[in-house]
């Protein structure tokens, strides 16, 4: 109780900084597709009739509740049923919604269109994270959630853009028709960006497309929408959209930066440098389930801080960071991380907290590990 | 016939009053008692869950994490879900049924009795076995009260088998309350009363009641089937084995739709007899009243994939799902229609209960039309999973069934107790409860069609004023259900004594009885005159 | 009393009970039918139609995978993209190297997008019809034989098939289970 009423006082204490991000947005985003031009056009227009529905509706009755008050006098009358009336009023609300169900038809048509497409990107939820594949340009990422710690145990000030940043963003060219695949690895999760008007399930085991056409450059935001455990808040979808030229650039950015860290893993480090590296690696991947300080959430997580792997055998470690454990939420980062970023968190975990073995795992190390 | 079946089913009961002490609640199979102790039950479940939606709204209160991590967080709207669905909403209109039905069709008692007793009872042993989870190791079900596989099969605590339990005794505990309300409305009703002849509340019960004894088995399948997924290695929901999630939201949402109707039918009952009361004005419309109902519960059956048009259905599908959700505002706006038409020329007055039935009316509208809003397929996918769902169903279910609940109470209570409620007391619980639901609920539409997500611990800045706002309401319209809890409290203990009729222009057999109103009534069933 | 009104409840509560069991195989068929969530039928053994006014047309087949669970196991379609012309048989094979250093039993699953184009595509011979062993270390080109039914609606002009790999070693799932025994035709 005690601490309930500190963690209050606290919340009190941040109640006036928190007005400084006033936004009294009313309304669904326009967005900066077709569809969602049409979507929000068909939005409002229901929206519209349902307001006019319930000006008469609330008219009528808020007009009895004033003039036929019995304070006012008001003799009840004695009428309790009017087939003519009441035909009427089953009849007129079908006319409405015939009205409604038309344009809703077509727009739903439109958004089942299976034509051909430029891009093809394949997006696989994972239990806080999406995964990006371009189909045809061989890139692959996975986009996590950047926001830190901090801001979100109120220690910092929060910037503009909390929970809504990523590490790799989706890049899409704009005027082409981008269809997305979607997929997951463990759970149902649902891709949504509210400024393209794309939002659909992923589901394990199954696919699902959707398909967009982007008509400005921009950053557009998103979340998972469909309840996928514990951090379903903190996986955030960030869409950039560019203009063709800077696509083409940007691909060949990612081309070089695979090269590099491939190349990367051929180099020698120093135990500094994996553990300083190893420390990013392990804040963006690790710190959520383990903790920061190592200490985990046994019995579902369990601590690391002197843990019998870690402070063990190098090629069990290994296999557990490489292919997970099964049955667990311990995932395989085989292939999510780098050669390198493997080797400097499998350093970093054996050189922190009061873990002290001096080992060094070089990328050379993880590498034949993993081509045995 | 009725006579007849007080002397077979009441052996126990030759005396004219309760047994003494806490045994009579045990084994009483008086409908009375056990309707007391179902709304008893309701209120304790519903101040239970509304400290839940405390937790809820005190972490949304602002962005960042203050009070609880994201685990628990989902744990509280999980069990809020449950416990207000189960615990709250269902056990509240059985608990009127029980009281009201015997004596508004002129009947002695339910039509069984001792099954009566055994529905009440497994319910405190289902709520304490659900909310035990939240002590046991791995957390209480986190996965939402809808429980999508498979992060409620493969990825779910192992506390998971006690939820599938609690789930199968309320179920067993529903269908044996809806079947006992059947054969009590089929069998018992005084005689020359015909089924058109019936009380609204009486009609729109019988419904329910068909309702539940088509749908809980489903959902007692479901979980079933879960179950069967979790300990003996089938496939129903993992496509590892040839299963589908999709099949689980399918067969849930064939329960779900039905059971939102289950939870807002009763309500309409309630409302349906409190409105013609107060405008002094017979219920305009009877026959399509009925109708209307008949209507509505059979279109939920064709309508539960609107809750997944996200899912990827095949355009046939989402067309059809559409059309005929859509179809449902025909019969639903007639019976809003009816209702005003009602109060249309009456002689109004505004006592508690009124203002609890006319709120119901407005709000419940408000929550239809964003219902409409929702059914359209195309605009959905903009709507789905937002804080726009949550202030959709929190409008049909909070002004909706739990304002149903509170008017009927308000409504009997002067019959049940004998005494009467403090008028200004219950005008103070409506006003602040009015002014609280719309303060918590209004805003989340806002924060939904902006491009907030439901279930999230934390939010972007964008939706911190709104939710701030909404967290306020929620405060308020929490603390002000103690007035209520007050003024029943204040009711039976010191409450001036009741009319008979407490009401000007009340109508309906309930209303032909004494107060204080004996314990056995009805035992010569009433002779009904026709028109 | 009347008894008959309580028995029909108990009846229909029966009834409905297994109604929920009931639309576990109702959905397959539903499925099949519809093609509802992109789900392929068995191992196809039809005749496709063929005359004159039947016209072959070029439609690009998309081949893509996923692994289940961090399952860190190498899965790939050596063909991501071909252009197949309806009604015209295709070869095509998946490579797949357990990483494991034991051995252990993969299930691929099925998938196909759009939906509508489902019922469609037929497969002659999948190695999805069947679970998968694999020694530790061992790696396998997977057949796939496929045929785009000729009546595929217009304005489908690309088809995505899916595999999800799941590993299944630990499903002991006795043999009799219709829903595990359901799988191996899928």
């Known amino acids: ?372 | 016939m009725s006579e007849q079946t007080l002397t077979l089913d009441d052996h126990d009961h030759h005396e004219h009053g309760p047994a003494k002490g806490f045994l009579r609640w045990v084994f009483t199979t008086n409908h009375k008692d056990i309707g007391t102790m179902y709304l008893i039950f309701s209120l304790v479940m519903f101040l239970i869950g509304g400290m839940m939606a405390f937790v809820i709204r005190a972490e949304l209160f602002q962005p960042g994490m203050q009070l609880v991590d994201p685990g628990f967080f989902n744990q509280m709207t999980t069990m809020h879900g449950l416990i207000m669905v189960f615990g709250a909403v269902m056990p509240g209109f059985v608990g009127l049924a029980n009281w009201q039905i015997p004596l508004m069709v002129g009947a002695p008692d339910m039509a069984l009795p001792r099954m009566n007793n055994w529905s009440f009872w497994i319910l405190p042993f289902a709520f304490t076995m659900l909310l035990s989870t939240l002590f046991m190791e791995g957390g209480a079900p986190g996965f939402g009260w809808t429980f999508y596989a498979p992060l409620s099969t493969t990825y779910a605590p192992p506390s998971v088998t006690f939820f599938i339990f609690a789930i199968h005794m309320m179920g067993i505990s529903s269908i044996m309350g809806a079947m006992n309300i059947i054969v009590t409305l089929f069998n018992m009703r005084a005689p020359g009363m015909g089924l058109m002849q019936m009380p609204m509340f009486a009609w729109s019960w019988l419904i329910t009641a068909f309702l539940l004894v088509a749908v809980m088995p489903v959902l007692a399948a479901v979980v079933t089937m879960m179950l069967m997924d979790i300990h003996f290695a089938t496939s129903f929901f993992s496509a590892a084995g040839g299963g589908d999630p999709v099949l689980f939201q399918h067969i849930f949402w064939f329960f779900g739709h039905p059971e939102v109707y289950i939870m807002i039918l009763p309500a309409f009952g309630v409302v349906s007899e409190i409105i013609p009361t107060f405008s002094r004005k017979k219920l305009f419309g009877y026959h399509s009243m009925v109708y209307a109902l008949i209507a509505i519960a059979l279109l939920s059956f064709v309508v539960w994939a609107h809750h997944m048009f996200t899912v990827g259905m095949p355009i046939g599908g989402q067309l059809f799902f559409m059309y005929a959700t859509m179809l449902i505002a025909v019969p639903t706006g007639v019976k809003v229609f009816n209702w005003v038409a009602t109060m249309f020329k009456g002689s109004l007055t505004f006592e508690t209960p009124m203002l609890f039935a006319v709120a119901f009316v407005v709000l419940f509208t408000v929550g239809g039309f964003s219902g409409i809003m929702l059914a359209i397929a195309p605009v959905d996918f903009q709507y789905q999973d937002t804080y726009f769902v949550v202030a959709h169903f929190h409008y049909v279910l909070v002004p909706g069934a739990v304002f149903g609940i509170v008017a009927g109470v308000y409504y009997w209570l002067p019959k049940w107790t004998g005494k009467m409620y403090d008028e200004s007391l219950g005008k103070m619980h409506f006003w602040l409860s009015f002014v609280g639901l719309n303060l918590t609920f209004f805003p989340m539409h806002f924060v939904g069609l902006a491009g907030m997500p439901r279930r999230i611990p934390d939010y972007a800045l964008q939706f911190a004023d709104f939710n701030m706002m909404a967290s306020m309401g929620a405060f308020l319209f929490g603390t002000s259900q103690l007035v209520f809890v007050y003024l029943v409290i204040k009711t039976v203990r010191s409450g001036k004594e009741a009319a008979q009729v407490p009401w000007e222009s009340a109508e309906g057999l309930e209303w032909t009885l004494p107060t204080p109103l004996p314990y056995h009534t009805f035992t010569t069933p009433p002779v009904i005159e026709h028109k | ?186």
Request: charged content about 20%; overall charge negative.
């Open chain 3, 1 to 186: 009393m009347n008894l008959s009104t309580p028995r029909g409840l108990v009846v229909l509560v029966v009834l409905m009970f297994g109604f929920g069991f009931a639309l576990v195989p109702l959905y397959d068929v539903f499925c099949e039918i519809t093609g509802l969530n992109g789900k392929t039928a068995g191992q196809y053994e039809g005749e496709l139609a063929s005359g004159e006014n039947i016209q072959s047309r070029q439609v690009t087949m998309q081949f893509i995978v996923n692994k289940n669970d961090n399952l860190p196991w190498e899965f790939k379609p050596n063909d991501v993209q071909m252009k197949v012309a309806t009604g015209e048989r295709k070869d095509t094979t998946y490579r797949v190297r357990n990483t494991y250093n034991t051995a252990a039993v993969a299930q691929a699953v099925p998938s196909v997008s759009p939906s509508a184009a489902a019922e469609y595509l037929h497969k002659i011979e999948c190695f999805c019809f069947e679970q998968q062993p694999l020694e530790a270390g061992q790696a396998v080109d997977m057949p796939l034989t496929f045929v785009v039914d000729p009546e595929l609606p217009e304005g489908i002009d690309k088809i995505t098939l899916s595999y999800t790999l799941f590993d299944i070693t630990n499903s002991t799932a006795p043999a009799s289970d219709p829903h595990k025994v359901k799988k191996v035709d899928n």
């Open chain 1, 1 to 372: 109780m005690q601490r309930f009423l500190h963690q209050f006082c606290i919340t009190l204490a941040f109640l006036i900084p928190s007005s400084v991000y006033a936004a009294w947005e009313l309304n669904m985003p326009r967005g900066v597709t077709d569809t969602s031009n049409t979507v929000y056009d068909l939005h409002m227009l229901i929206l519209w009739i349902c307001v006019a529905i319930g000006v008469v509706v609330f008219g009528v009755m808020f007009w009895s509740i004033i003039y036929h008050r019995k304070s006012q006098g008001a003799k009840a009358a004695q009428f309790h049923e009017s087939t003519t009336v009441e035909v009427i009023w089953t009849v007129i609300p079908f006319l409405i919604l015939i009205g409604m169900a038309v344009p809703s038809t077509s727009v739903l048509i439109d958004m089942y269109d299976s034509s051909e497409s430029d891009i093809d990107i394949q997006v696989t939820g994972y239990q806080c994270k999406w995964q990006y594949k371009y189909l045809n340009e061989d890139i692959d990422f996975f986009s996590t959630m950047t926001t830190p710690k901090v801001e979100i145990a109120n220690e910092q000030e929060k910037n503009p853009n909390y929970l809504l940043e990523v590490d790799n963003e989706l890049v899409v060219p704009i005027n082409k028709k981008v269809r997305f695949l979607f997929t997951a690895n463990d759970v149902i999760h649902a891709w949504w960006v509210p400024e393209l008007a794309v939002k659909k399930d992923a589901i394990p085991g199954f696919i699902n497309e959707s398909w967009t056409r982007i008509n400005e450059v921009g950053t557009y935001r998103g979340q998972c929408a469909e309840l996928c455990g514990k951090d379903h808040g903190f996986m955030p979808i960030v869409v950039k959209a560019v203009t063709q030229a800077d696509y083409d650039i940007w691909i060949s950015e990612q081309k070089a930066t695979a090269q590099a860290v491939a190349a990367a893993a051929n180099q020698e480090w120093s135990i500094e440098d994996l553990v300083a590296k190893g420390e990013t690696v392990y804040q963006k991947n690790c710190a959520g389930c383990h903790m920061v300080d190592g200490s985990g959430l046994p019995p579902a997580f369990p601590a690391l801080n002197g843990n019998d792997v870690v402070l063990g055998d190098i090629e069990k470690h290994m296999d557990i960071m490489v292919n997970g454990v099964p049955g667990s939420a311990m995932a395989a980062y085989g292939k999510q991380l780098s050669a390198v970023e493997l080797a400097a968190v499998i350093t970093y975990k054996r050189n922190t907290w009061d873990n002290k073995t001096g080992e060094v795992i070089s990328p050379a190390d993880v590498k034949a590990y993993m081509s045995k």
